[in-house]
């Protein structure tokens, strides 16, 4: 159990258990490679748990050559060394197939994490080291929710308590409970608007998990102003997992014409504030 790790200041809770049991899966065993996956629905905090026993990292300059000059590389530089490679969101076996050729076995007790949604890729894997990961228990859900909701010390009685309901609402689901937390700290604080609110996640509970997840992240997305959803958009016009420069971003969005005119400040400016709003409210 874990949440989601949005950025370098976001919360980590309910992640103790679950750290340990990979800890010794990576640290215990035969010496020869092994590979370990982590399984659970989307948003379950797979990537945050696969962060948090990831202790090295391996900087290779990929700017040059193909992937094959690159999986040969990888394996020179892994060589003789006791190494942990980590593979997040594995959609199906093949990635492991075509990389594990170039991971050297050296009987150093070299491991490889992966996450996936999917159970019967990480059994096709390895049977034998297989973590499901669950959901928040409600106790940890709602100490998500207050610690991602940072007005909870100004909350009447009646407040919290539609807050809780919401929290429950998500169904223990980390990725859920960040993003209608900060949503709910941009929102006036009524119980008008809450409920509002608290029903509308209601309705996005569905029994199929990424539906529900989904509908949830519909929600936030609504709730942007119509430039800000212009801005959103936009990203999707990269490649997915492509690295995206800022800089280079916001001089898009300045020539497409999404940046809003201020007086005040020049449209770098604005476009910067554009940006980090951006970040917060989707």
């Known amino acids: 159990m874990a949440s989601v790790q949005v950025n370098d200041n976001d919360v980590v809770v309910g992640i103790e258990k679950d750290s340990n049991i990979m800890r010794e899966y990576l640290l215990s065993g035969e010496d020869v490679l092994e590979a370990i996956s982590v399984v659970g629905m989307v948003g379950i905090g797979k990537t945050t748990l696969a962060l948090t026993v990831y202790s090295t990292q391996m900087n290779i300059n990929n700017s040059n050559g193909d992937d094959e000059d690159l999986a040969v590389r990888l394996c020179r ?3 003789k060394r006791r190494y ?4 997040d969101d594995i959609w199906d076996t093949n990635v492991w197939t075509n990389l594990k050729r170039y991971l050297p076995n050296d009987n150093n007790g070299s491991r490889i994490l992966i996450t996936t949604r999917i159970r ?3 059994l096709e894997i390895n049977k034998s080291k297989v973590h499901e990961l669950g959901g928040l228990t409600e106790e940890e859900s709602w100490e998500l929710f207050q610690k991602k909701l940072p007005r909870g010390e100004d909350l009447s009685a009646d407040i919290l308590k539609i807050a809780q309901g919401i929290a429950l609402h998500c169904k223990g689901l980390p990725l859920s409970i960040v993003i209608v937390a900060e949503l709910l700290s941009e929102v006036e604080i009524s119980e008008k608007k809450w409920n509002e609110l608290a029903e509308n996640v209601t309705s996005s509970v569905f029994t199929d ?8 992240l519909e929600l936030s997305y609504n709730h942007l102003t119509d430039h800000l959803k212009s801005c959103f958009l936009y990203l999707g016009l990269f490649p997915e997992d492509h690295e995206i420069s800022v800089t ?4 898009l969005w300045i020539a497409e014409g999404f940046v ?3 007086e005040s400040k ?3 400016e604005v476009a910067e504030n554009t940006w980090r ?4 409210e989707a």
């Open 77 to 79: 530089n892994l060589r």
């Open 248 to 251: 280079c971003l916001k001089r």
């Open 120 to 122: 019967s890729v990480a």
């Open 260 to 262: 809003l005119d201020n």
């Open 266 to 268: 020049n449209m770098e």
């Open 277 to 280: 709003i951006s970040l917060v």
């Open 209 to 216: 998990p990424q539906g529900k997840c989904k509908a949830i």
């Open 84 to 87: 942990l490679v980590v593979l």
